[in-house]
C-alpha cells in the first residue's frame, strides 16, 4: 500500500489514486486523506450510502487490485473481527436498522419549534421582568436540540437521499453553524482520538495535555499549567466554547471558502431573533438574553460531546481495524428517557460510531449485537451514568496533567 505523499487507498481490494480527488471530495478533503496508505473498505461502508452510484465516480480513480497473494487488510487489523463485523452490518441493512421512521423526526423537529414558540410567548404574554426573561432563557436553550437534529442530518440518516439531507440541514442549521460541520465531524468519525486526525482533540496541546500517551511525549511541551487543566476546564471549556469560539469561527469559515449560500441563511436566523425580541425586550436586553442562551448552550453542548471520548483512549493513528479504532475511543451513557432527549441519543455513542447513518431511534435495538460481538473479542464495551460521565471527564483530565508533570519535572 502507497505513501501519504501521492494518497493511495484500498477498498474491497481495490487500489485508488485520490491524490487529485481529495480537494472534490465531497466529504471535504482531510477526511480521505486521513486514510492514504491504508485499506479503507469500512470507513466507505460505513460513510456512503449510494454505493453505487458512488462507485460509478470511483472508477477514474482505480488504479490496480491487490495481487492474490496479498492479504485484504494491513496486520495491525484483526481479520475476525472485522469479517464478524461486517456480517453484523449486513444483519443491520436486513433488519432494516439503517431505515429512518420520518414520523419519528417530524415530532422531533415539532418539538423544537413549540420550545422556539414558547420561549418568545413567555415574554409576549408575561412581560419582561426577571423570572420570564430566565423562563424565555431556558425555553430557547431548550430549543437547541436544534443541534441534534442538524448532526442527525448532516450524517445522511433522516432522508434517504442525500438531497433531502443537505436542504433540511441547511434549514435546520444554515441559522446556527453551516457547512464547516461536515468538514470536521466526518473527520472525527474516521479517525476518533487520532491526534492529528481528529479535529476534536486538537486542543492538545495547547490548551489541554489529553490522553495518557500524548501527555507523556518526549518534548517539553509546556503551553499551560496542564497539571491544573482539571479547574480551568471549567473556564475555557463548557462556559466559552459556543459563545467566544464557535460563534465567529463558523463566519470565518464561510467568509474564507466563499460559501455566500450559508452565509445568507445564518444572516436569515440574526435577523429573526432581531425582529422577533428586540421589539418585546430592547436591544441591551435582547444582546444580554442572545448571550445567555449561548452561555447555558455551550455548557450542554461540550458536557455531552466530550463525555464519550475525552475520558476513552487517545493516541496517534495506529492503523487498527475499523471496530477496534471506535470502541477504543468511545463509551456509552446508559439509556433512559431523559438522557436519550438531554443526548440526542448520542448517549448510544458506540453504535453511532460503528453505524454513523444509522437513525439514531435505531441504536437500542442494534446495542446487544454489538455488546455480543465486544464480548466474543475481548473488547470493553462500556457504559454509565450521565454524572459518572461527566465526572470522568475531569478525572482523566486530572490524570493525564499529572503524567505531563511527572514527565516534565522528571526530562
Known sequence: IH??????????????????????????????????????TDPFVAFHSNKGLVKKYMNSLLIGELSPEQPSFEPTKNKELTDEFRELRATVERMGLMKANHVFFLLYLLHILLLDGAAWLTLWIFGTSFLPFLLCAVLLTAAQQAGWLQHDLGHLSVFSTSKWNHLVHHFVIGHLKASWWNHLHFQHHAKPNCFGKDPDINMHPFFFALGKILSLGKQKKKYMPYNHQHKYFFLIGPPALVPFFFQWYVFYFVIQRKKWVDLAWMITFYIRLLLTYVPLLGLKAFLGLFFIVRFLESNWFVWVTQMNHIPMHIDHDRNMDWVSTQLQATCNVHKSAFNDWFSGHLNFQIEHHLFPMMPRHNYHKVAPL??????????????????????????????????????????
Not at 491524490?19 to 492514504?36: D, L, Q
Not at 465486544?374 to 459518572?388: F, R, T, V
Open 3 to 40: 505513501s501519504w505523499s501521492e494518497r493511495w487507498l484500498v477498498i474491497d481490494r481495490k487500489v485508488y489514486d485520490v491524490s487529485e480527488f481529495t480537494r472534490r471530495h465531497p466529504g471535504g478533503s482531510r477526511v480521505i486523506s486521513h486514510y492514504a496508505g491504508q485499506d479503507a
Open 370 to 411: 454489538v455488546q455480543s460481538l465486544c464480548a466474543k473479542h475481548g473488547i470493553e464495551y462500556q457504559s454509565k451514568p450521565l454524572l459518572s460521565a461527566f465526572a470522568d471527564i475531569i478525572h482523566s483530565l486530572k490524570e493525564s496533567g499529572q503524567l505531563w508533570l511527572d514527565a516534565y519535572l522528571h526530562q
